[in-house]
């Protein structure tokens, strides 16, 4: 590279189109753009066009896939009674983050929003879960639940009824699972209020306060509505989330009992991987992308034009 | 009117810290009961210990097996960080500084990775990764993990880039700097607060990883902390004091780098939520 620099002044006819080539804007595209596309399709497009074809086999992963089956796999899955309560599952996931979890994020958000150090500790006390892996989340909160070890085991010795084991509970165990969410991932969403409420100008506040609004009316006609796009945002995360819900239920309840709390993924991990039928569990991925790429879609669509 | 504000504080205050012990109760039951005996353990979860006990700690902490995992972890982590920022950056580059047919297309086919969840491809990669050879290997995590995360990178370095000063270019170019070396030498050093970001991010996500691991890692000598975690749970499950002893020993170092840096985490995980 150094002669070729060197002598470009002097031989220019000839090393101008080399340098072009070499350190010209095609030569950065052609050597910088190629890892990200390969590793790229590699191990995310190819994968994921095999999930779309391997879903129509039945297939347990070893040599080519060649009992063609249709439409067999997905009829399976919609009939299995286990994915049906894993999709009604992923349901309830949504449902208590849109009636719990950001309610509270945003109660807290407008508590804590202002820059004082006794706001900045509750901040990262709140913010804490959500940095745990959820393994350890998952893992610390079926020690709490333990009927026989943990808080709830405190509980129900000071009531004096018989230890209560809420993650073996078919009706419950679901429950358990969703406090666990709420606990690990209310303090992210309350983050992303704290920022937007901190980007609301100070004048509209006060302009609101001189006109006689109250407290509870700047919050309603004016701190709201400026961070609509935050709560949007945040909601959108909450709900793709919600499609994703894996390693929290492994350590709590495993999906059991009776297949009674597994959401979409831990069930594709159950009925897919774990046994190896890879046909199986690709139709199920299928069916978690459509839901995916459907929710980003609509949502985009719904909420998210930007102003023109 | 005065009497009022000071009510309103009380329940103000009162409520946070209602909350504040359900978020840290739950923590502190864990990091106390790995110095608690079992049967201290079954009577009360959440009291001091009567007696402290170091020995699980310390049984724990002389495990070469725990050492292992978090080691494999820390690795695993450092090169998808080193991957994604390299690869990563130098395709957002392309995309910030040079126009070409198909510039458009391109970022937008790496922008799919945005779309669904890791999880939906997660059995013909598992079978990818087995025909390539790469089960129980460091690369069956990383290179994976690094092609997920790229689309996020690309787009935050995208924006980054772009945002640079464009006249520092067109001087640098004049002078005959090659669009790779200004790449080298003043896109990457001017960028270091994106870097940061999106490296924080990146070493998380990755730390934290669990799903992924468990699918293409099988040996106890691969396995990354939260499997090794579940191994040992499911080792002494009636043991729980040994169990949150090691719980607490591996989220510690999560605290510990949350509290250092902070400001990347919550930027990065909040910075781009509220522009978009």
């Known amino acids: ?308 | 009117m005065t009497r009022s504000n000071i009510l309103r504080e009380i329940i103000r205050v009162g409520f946070l810290c209602i909350v504040a012990s359900f978020v840290l109760g739950p923590l502190a039951a864990t990091v106390l009961g790995g110095f608690k005996s079992n049967t201290e353990i079954q009577t009360s979860a959440l009291s001091l210990p009567e007696i402290w006990r170091f020995d699980i700690y310390a049984d724990i902490l002389s495990d070469p097996g725990f050492w292992r995992y978090l080691g494999n972890s820390l690795i695993i982590s450092v090169a998808t960080v080193v991957l994604t920022l390299l690869v990563g950056s130098a395709a957002a580059y392309v995309f910030a500084q040079v126009r070409f047919f198909g510039s458009k297309m391109l970022f937008s086919y790496l922008s799919l990775g945005l779309m669904f969840p890791f999880a939906t491809a997660i059995l013909p990669l598992f079978v990818q990764v087995r025909d390539l050879g790469l089960l129980d290997t460091y690369w069956a995590v990383i290179l994976p993990q690094t092609a997920f995360g790229l689309s996020l990178a690309i787009l935050l370095f995208r924006t980054f880039f772009s945002e640079l000063p464009k006249e520092l270019f067109e001087a640098a170019y004049v002078e005959g700097c090659s669009y790779i070396r200004f790449f080298w030498q003043f896109t990457l050093p001017l960028s270091t607060p994106i870097l940061a970001t999106v490296g924080v991010f990146v070493f998380v996500q990755s730390w934290n990883n669990f799903l992924l691991p468990l699918v293409v890692l099988n040996s106890r000598e691969a396995f990354t902390w939260p499997l090794g975690m579940m191994q040992y749970r499911g080792e002494f499950s009636v043991e729980w004091n040994r169990t949150l002893a090691f719980v607490t020993l591996t989220i510690l170092p999560a605290v510990v780098f949350f509290v250092a840096a902070q400001k990347y985490i919550v930027a990065g995980l909040t910075g781009g939520a509220v522009k978009g």
């Open chain 1, 1 to 308: 590279m150094a002669a070729v620099n060197t002598h470009a002044e002097a031989d220019s006819a000839i090393a101008t189109p080399r340098r072009k080539i070499l350190s010209g804007p095609l030569g950065a595209a052609l050597i910088l753009l190629p890892p990200a596309l390969v590793l790229f399709t590699l191990f995310v497009i190819y994968p994921l066009a095999g999930s779309g074809l391997y879903a129509f086999y039945d297939w347990n992963g070893y040599g080519t896939p060649t009992d063609f089956v249709g439409f067999e796999n997905f009829e399976r899955m919609m009939g299995h009674s286990a994915f049906q309560q894993s999709v009604v599952n992923s349901l309830q996931v949504i449902a208590v983050s849109l009636i719990v979890q950001l309610p509270l994020a945003l109660l807290l958000a407008l508590l804590i929003y202002r820059r004082t150090p006794e706001n900045t500790a509750f901040r990262l006390i709140f913010f804490l879960p959500y940095i745990l892996a959820e393994i350890a989340a998952g893992l610390i909160w079926s020690f709490i639940m333990d009927g026989n070890f943990g808080v709830v085991a405190d509980i129900t010795r000071a009531l004096g009824v018989d230890p209560y084991f809420i993650t073996s509970d078919r009706s419950w165990a679901f429950t358990a699972v969703l406090v666990v969410i709420v606990w690990k991932y209310f303090g992210f969403h309350m983050m992303i209020y704290i920022a937007a409420l901190q980007g609301v100008p100070k004048d509209m506040i006060e302009a609101a306060r001189i006109e006689g609004a109250s407290r509870l009316g700047v919050i309603r006609h004016v701190q709201i509505p400026m961070i609509k796009p935050a709560i949007i945002v945040s909601v959108f995360f909450s709900v793709i989330g919600a499609l994703q819900v894996f390693d929290v239920v492994i350590p709590l309840t495993n999906g059991g009992p009776a297949n009674s709390s597994h959401t979409i993924v831990t069930y594709l991990y159950t009925f897919g991987l774990a046994r190896l039928k890879i046909g199986y569990g690709s139709a199920i991925g299928v069916v978690l992308f459509i839901a995916a790429v459907l929710v980003a879609v609509f949502y985009q669509r719904l909420f998210m034009r930007k102003p023109a």
